[in-house]
């Protein structure tokens, strides 16, 4: 595969080989003439020379083709986030540091969690359950929001 070079099928590009057949036979490492007579494009990918803006990135959302080269068009969309991840060690230790931890045990238990809990090795703030959970606990333990952000920080995995 050679990344320099290639051919958008359906928006996707796909790219050139390393070696190309010809009647007069195979070409090793073609040069950009032979990849061009052979109805391959130039990839300029380069991202704009600009660098975003606070809070966003580049995204390619299409190409534009011109007879020798294609162009991505890049457009600034807000970076987001993956999913946080918590350890539940480490959650233990934020609720225990804070004398929560046989309040929530109980709860989870009395509210049909505790097996889910005991079950996950860790849990993802996308998870549904986990998300319900937290909902339910919040109404259950009234605590501040700060609070709750700050046991959510203490809890993330590395």
């Known amino acids: 595969m050679n990344p320099s070079y290639g051919k958008l099928v ?47 990135e580049y995204r390619i959302s299409g190409y534009t083709e011109t007879p020798t080269d294609i ?11 993956p999913p946080r991840t918590f350890s ?8 225990m540091s804070r004398d929560l931890w046989p309040a929530v045990r109980d709860w989870l238990d009395a ?3 505790y ?4 079950a996950a090795q860790d849990f993802r703030e996308d998870h549904p359950q986990f998300a ?16 709750i952000i700050a046991i959510l920080a203490e809890g993330a995995a590395d």
Not at 132 to 144: D, E, G, H, V
């Open 132 to 147: 319900a959970a937290l909902a339910a606990a919040r109404t259950r333990f009234s605590l501040p929001e700060s609070e």
């Open 71 to 81: 162009r991505p068009i890049f457009k600034l969309v807000p970076v987001v986030s």
């Open 10 to 56: 359906n928006g996707a590009i796909i790219h050139a080989p390393t070696s190309l057949n010809t009647p007069s036979g195979v070409i090793m490492n073609p040069k950009r003439l032979s990849y061009l007579q052979a109805g391959w494009k130039f990839l300029d990918l380069q991202p704009p020379a600009d660098p975003p803006p606070e809070g966003k």
């Open 88 to 95: 539940k060690l480490r959650l233990i230790n934020a609720l």
């Open 115 to 118: 097996d889910l809990f005991v």
């Open 111 to 113: 509210s049909g969690y």
